[in-house]
Structure formats: structure tokens, C-alpha cells
């Protein structure tokens, strides 16, 4: 958290706040930020103070409004619930609370002193020679939807959290024997042979030629397949910095601030109703035009990176301006005309119809026949009955990690069959495969590499899962409880 506001310090103006957060949320403090008549407990513990339910709503009001600030879309209580949103806040309000109380267990703090050079040596709050510029944090400070005293609260919980996790990673030692295993794991090479069928394709099966009154009743069932996507029409502008600060003698500090104040401008008037017509005026910029799908859309090399609000946006909505990839200005864009999805008659689309019905039968034909396979394949007959059923061979060797020759699919289910045994069929999107695996070893040139390279990371990770451990013993000791049945009070 603490670090997303560091590295958003010299952004645009909601980017200083909160800088690549689309559907996910930072939020500050946890305290209890309001006190109704009507304030129940929603989450219990033991040892430690409870969440009250105005505080998860207020959590969670914040939360909200961050993500529509930035996805300057509206979030429907459907697409919440669809997250599981409730769930994520009341997750992480209960992370945090044991969190404090691990801190105080251990009696840690943070002083302010601590925390005040802490900020002095971010990058963020630095001038050109590297040095502590209080204009530039006070800048920061006045943009935060918070009290200075609750970002210094937050801040010295964040420094209180990395301190005492890296003092857990300073005194667990990972046992040499788990790392051996791993490596092990790692270095694990298993022989395999396997049957690999291009489901989609006629193979040897018989050839399928459709009569009329099949494509007819495909095509009646089927219509969603043959659906032509929506397509938009957009208006758009692009605003180069130079346009806002033709200036490239003003200090970075100046620029920063024109930046900002011509941002805000841009955003006051998109809501207060302006065109795509009158804001290319002010700023003498072209108006160019897009028509297409949401695919070619974000296929666009400029338009890419804005697809998803497009495509959520009503006729003749003006977005709001968003900042372009690689430095390259601010794009507003305007919906002037949608055209839906729709269906083509058959006739038009025949060929199309054909191929797809063509390309299931011979789909279902082939996953038929590899079952027949799989029931009749033994480690024993494996190479004789692939002949019969016309199946090529072919062998490998499989690692613990990704090969370009294979799905990862296949070389997970080969890890995991047993030696000399036969795995389950595996059906992808296009293809299928049977393996049978041969042999197992040791490749011990790459467990060197591993034991070089990676012996650290592995030690990482089983002492940030033993920090895991830690939190789920502080859960369990404080017999967390959380009542969602109250929820449902949210509108009261």
C-alpha cells in the first residue's frame, strides 16, 4: 500500500493517489472511522477489537469510489456481488486487525522520527538533486481523501508490518531437507510417450458432408456462434503535454502542476457536459475516427488500453481524459454511434455455417474414439493398440517447468503419472492426448543450477508461508468470527 503511494506521488492527479488499482482496492486506516446508534459487531475476536459494521460499510464505500474514480465506470451491486466483494473487504479488514495484533504482541513501534526519514529518502518527495522537498510532500498530503494524522498512522502500521515479517524471514530457517526435495522436484526428468489428436481435424475418420436440413437446424441451434460482434463508431482526441505546457523551460515541478491543473480542467468539463467537438477546440486538437469491434479495438496501438471503458460507454458519452502508454499525452474519445450484434441469414454466412459444423462432428468423432482408447490402453499395449487406432507416437522428456514443445497441461498430468503407467485422457481445446510415462531421473546438471540459483527463493517462500502460519494461529487463537447476516442492514 505504502509503496503504491510512493510510486504514484509523481502521476496524474487520481494516479496520485492511487496508481494502477482497476478492480482491486488500498484503503486507509482501520480504526473506527464512524459511530452510529445503530453500530453492531461484525467481526468478533477474542483478544483483540472487534469490526463494527460501520466501518466495513464505510471500507467499503471507499473502496468503491476508488475503483470508479479510476475505471470512471459505475460499479453495479451485480458486479459485486459477482466479485465477492463483500468477502474481499471483510478479508481484508481481518488480515489487518491480526496484523495489529502480531505488531502488538510483539510490542514493535514506530516512532516519528522513523517515519519522517523514511519519507525524506522516497524519490517521490525529491527535488532534481536528490534532495527532500517539502513543497512536493505537502503537494502529495493535500491530495489524499484523508487526514494527514491517518496517512502517518497507516504509514507507520506499513513500516511496523515489513519490519517484523523481515525479522520472521531473519530468524526461520528453511530446512535443508525441504529444499533438497524441491530441488529434487525440480530436477526431476520423466520419460514419457504420448498420443497427441488434432480433435478438430478428419484424421482418418470418415469424411462429413452436411445435407441442407442439418446446416438449417445447426444453424437454428447454434445462432450465438455466427453472432458479427457490436461494433463502435469513436470520436477522438489526443492532447499532448505540449499542448497543455508549451513551456520546456519551466522547472518539473511547474510542469507537474500545469499537468495537474489542465487534467482537473479536462475532467470538469466532460462532466459538466462538453463535447468532443468543443474540448478539440480549446486545445486545437484533431479529431480522429475509429469504427470497429471491441477485438479491433483492442488490437489499436493508441486506442488499445481504453477498449474495455469504449465498449461500456452510451452513445454520445464523452470519457473522461486518460493518460496513453509511453508517455504519448491524454486521449478523450466519444461514442457516436453503436451498431449491435447480430445474426446474418444462413445464406449469406453458409460457408461459415458448414465449417463449423463440419469441425464439431469431427470433434465428438474423435473424443469418442480416444475413449475407446482410453478404456482398451494398458502400459503393455500401449505402442500396439496407438497402431491400430492410427495414432502417431511420439516421446519426450518432461521437467518440472513449462516446454514450448507441450501444453503445460500435458506435462503436469505426465509429472504425475507414476512410472510405466498410463494417464487419464486429456482433452484441450484443440487437441487431446494419452501419455504413458517410461522412465524416471535425476538431471543432475540442472539440480546444480537449482541448488545455485534458486536455493534462496525456495527458502523465501517457505518462510512467507511460515508468516501465513502465523497469521492463521493468530486467527484461530482470537476465534474469528464474522457474522454476514448483517449485512444484510447495509441500507438501514
Given at each position: 500500500?505504502?509503496?503504491?503511494?510512493?510510486?504514484?506521488?509523481?502521476?496524474?492527479?487520481?494516479?496520485?493517489?492511487?496508481?494502477?488499482i482497476?478492480?482491486?482496492?488500498?484503503?486507509?486506516?482501520?480504526?473506527?472511522?464512524?459511530?452510529?446508534?445503530?453500530?453492531?459487531?461484525?467481526?468478533?475476536?477474542?483478544?483483540?477489537?472487534?469490526?463494527?459494521?460501520?466501518?466495513?460499510?464505510?471500507?467499503?464505500?471507499?473502496?468503491?469510489?476508488?475503483?470508479?474514480?479510476?475505471?470512471?465506470?459505475?460499479?453495479?451491486?451485480?458486479?459485486?456481488?459477482?466479485?465477492?466483494?463483500?468477502?474481499?473487504?471483510?478479508?481484508?479488514?481481518?488480515?489487518?486487525?491480526l496484523?495489529?495484533?502480531?505488531?502488538?504482541?510483539?510490542?514493535?513501534?514506530?516512532?516519528?522520527?522513523?517515519?519522517?526519514?523514511?519519507?525524506?529518502?522516497?524519490?517521490?518527495?525529491?527535488?532534481?538533486?536528490?534532495?527532500?522537498?517539502?513543497?512536493?510532500?505537502?503537494?502529495?498530503?493535500?491530495?489524499?481523501?484523508?487526514?494527514?494524522?491517518?496517512?502517518?498512522?497507516?504509514?507507520?502500521?506499513?513500516?511496523?508490518?515489513?519490519?517484523?515479517?523481515?525479522?520472521v524471514?531473519?530468524?526461520?530457517?528453511?530446512?535443508?531437507?525441504?529444499?533438497?526435495?524441491?530441488?529434487?522436484?525440480?530436477?526431476?526428468?520423466?520419460?514419457?510417450?504420448?498420443?497427441?489428436?488434432?480433435?478438430a481435424?478428419?484424421?482418418?475418420?470418415?469424411?462429413?458432408?452436411?445435407?441442407n436440413?442439418?446446416?438449417?437446424?445447426?444453424?437454428?441451434?447454434?445462432?450465438?456462434?455466427?453472432?458479427?460482434?457490436?461494433?463502435?463508431?469513436?470520436?477522438?482526441?489526443?492532447?499532448?503535454?505540449?499542448?497543455?505546457?508549451?513551456?520546456?523551460?519551466?522547472?518539473?515541478?511547474?510542469?507537474?502542476?500545469?499537468?495537474?491543473?489542465?487534467?482537473?480542467?479536462?475532467?470538469?468539463?466532460?462532466?459538466?457536459?462538453?463535447?468532443?467537438?468543443?474540448?478539440?477546440?480549446?486545445?486545437?486538437?484533431?479529431?480522429?475516427?475509429?469504427?470497429?469491434?471491441?477485438?479491433?479495438?483492442?488490437?489499436?496501438?493508441?486506442?488499445?488500453s481504453?477498449?474495455?471503458?469504449?465498449?461500456?460507454?452510451?452513445?454520445?458519452?464523452?470519457?473522461?481524459?486518460?493518460?496513453?502508454?509511453?508517455?504519448k499525452?491524454y486521449?478523450?474519445?466519444?461514442?457516436?454511434?453503436?451498431?449491435?450484434?447480430r445474426?446474418?441469414?444462413?445464406?449469406?454466412?453458409?460457408?461459415?455455417?458448414?465449417?463449423?459444423?463440419?469441425?464439431?462432428?469431427?470433434?465428438?468423432?474423435?473424443?469418442?474414439?480416444?475413449k475407446?482408447?482410453?478404456?482398451?490402453?494398458?502400459?503393455?499395449?500401449?505402442?500396439?493398440?496407438?497402431?491400430?487406432?492410427?495414432?502417431?507416437?511420439?516421446?519426450?522428456?518432461?521437467?518440472?517447468?513449462?516446454?514450448?514443445?507441450?501444453?503445460?497441461?500435458?506435462?503436469?498430468?505426465?509429472?504425475?503419472?507414476?512410472?510405466?503407467?498410463?494417464?487419464?485422457?486429456?482433452?484441450?481445446?484443440?487437441?487431446?492426448?494419452?501419455?504413458?510415462?517410461?522412465?524416471?531421473?535425476?538431471?543432475?546438471?540442472?539440480?546444480?543450477?537449482?541448488?545455485?540459483?534458486?536455493?534462496?527463493?525456495?527458502?523465501?517462500?517457505?518462510?512467507?508461508?511460515?508468516?501465513?502460519?502465523i497469521m492463521?494461529?493468530?486467527?484461530?487463537?482470537?476465534?474469528?468470527?464474522?457474522?454476514?447476516?448483517?449485512?444484510?442492514?447495509?441500507?438501514?
Amino acid at each position: 500500500m505504502l509503496k503504491t503511494l510512493r510510486n504514484a506521488a509523481n502521476n496524474i492527479v487520481f494516479k496520485l493517489i492511487l496508481v494502477g488499482i482497476v478492480l482491486s482496492f488500498v484503503l486507509f486506516g482501520i480504526g473506527d472511522v464512524i459511530r452510529g446508534r445503530n453500530d453492531y459487531d461484525l467481526v468478533k475476536f477474542k483478544n483483540l477489537p472487534s469490526i463494527t459494521l460501520s466501518h466495513f460499510i464505510q471500507f467499503k464505500k471507499e473502496a468503491i469510489a476508488r475503483i470508479e474514480q479510476n475505471s470512471k465506470e459505475k460499479i453495479t451491486d451485480e458486479t459485486l456481488a459477482q466479485m465477492g466483494f463483500d468477502q474481499q473487504v471483510i478479508s481484508k479488514l481481518v488480515q489487518e486487525r491480526l496484523m495489529e495484533g502480531w505488531i502488538a504482541s510483539q510490542n514493535l513501534t514506530v516512532g516519528d522520527k522513523v517515519v519522517a526519514n523514511d519519507i525524506k529518502k522516497s524519490p517521490n518527495f525529491q527535488d532534481d538533486k536528490g534532495k527532500f522537498n517539502a513543497d512536493l510532500y505537502k503537494g502529495f498530503i493535500s491530495r489524499l481523501p484523508i487526514p494527514e494524522e491517518e496517512f502517518y498512522t497507516r504509514y507507520k502500521f506499513d513500516i511496523a508490518t515489513g519490519l517484523l515479517q523481515d525479522n520472521v524471514k531473519h530468524t526461520i530457517h528453511a530446512p535443508k531437507l525441504l529444499e533438497d526435495v524441491i530441488i529434487g522436484y525440480l530436477s526431476q526428468v520423466k520419460t514419457a510417450k504420448y498420443v497427441k489428436v488434432n480433435i478438430a481435424e478428419k484424421g482418418t475418420l470418415a469424411e462429413v458432408k452436411p445435407s441442407n436440413e442439418e446446416l438449417q437446424k445447426f444453424y437454428e441451434e447454434n445462432k450465438l456462434k455466427f453472432q458479427l460482434p457490436e461494433e463502435r463508431t469513436l470520436q477522438y482526441i489526443i492532447i499532448d503535454k505540449k499542448m497543455i505546457n508549451p513551456n520546456v523551460k519551466d522547472s518539473a515541478e511547474k510542469q507537474t502542476k500545469q499537468l495537474m491543473e489542465a487534467i482537473k480542467q479536462l475532467e470538469d468539463a466532460v462532466a459538466g457536459g462538453e463535447n468532443i467537438k468543443e474540448v478539440a477546440a480549446r486545445y486545437k486538437a484533431k479529431i480522429a475516427t475509429f469504427k470497429g469491434s471491441f477485438t479491433a479495438m483492442e488490437k489499436d496501438s493508441i486506442l488499445g488500453s481504453n477498449a474495455d471503458s469504449a465498449f461500456a460507454m452510451n452513445q454520445n458519452e464523452l470519457s473522461y481524459p486518460a493518460e496513453l502508454p509511453e508517455d504519448k499525452g491524454y486521449i478523450l474519445f466519444e461514442v457516436s454511434d453503436v451498431l449491435e450484434g447480430r445474426v446474418p441469414p444462413l445464406d449469406k454466412i453458409k460457408a461459415s455455417v458448414t465449417a463449423e459444423y463440419i469441425k464439431g462432428a469431427y470433434i465428438a468423432a474423435n473424443i469418442e474414439k480416444l475413449k475407446e482408447f482410453e478404456a482398451k490402453v494398458t502400459a503393455e499395449n500401449f505402442d500396439e493398440l496407438s497402431k491400430q487406432f492410427g495414432f502417431a507416437l511420439e516421446t519426450i522428456d518432461v521437467r518440472g517447468r513449462s516446454d514450448p514443445k507441450i501444453p503445460d497441461e500435458l506435462t503436469y498430468t505426465i509429472l504425475q503419472t507414476q512410472p510405466n503407467k498410463v494417464s487419464s485422457l486429456l482433452i484441450l481445446e484443440e487437441s487431446a492426448y494419452v501419455a504413458k510415462t517410461i522412465k524416471i531421473a535425476t538431471d543432475k546438471k540442472q539440480a546444480d543450477i537449482i541448488k545455485k540459483s534458486s536455493r534462496e527463493n525456495i527458502s523465501n517462500h517457505f518462510k512467507s508461508s511460515f508468516i501465513g502460519e502465523i497469521m492463521e494461529y493468530f486467527n484461530a487463537q482470537n476465534n474469528t468470527e464474522v457474522r454476514m447476516e448483517l449485512l444484510g442492514t447495509q441500507g438501514n
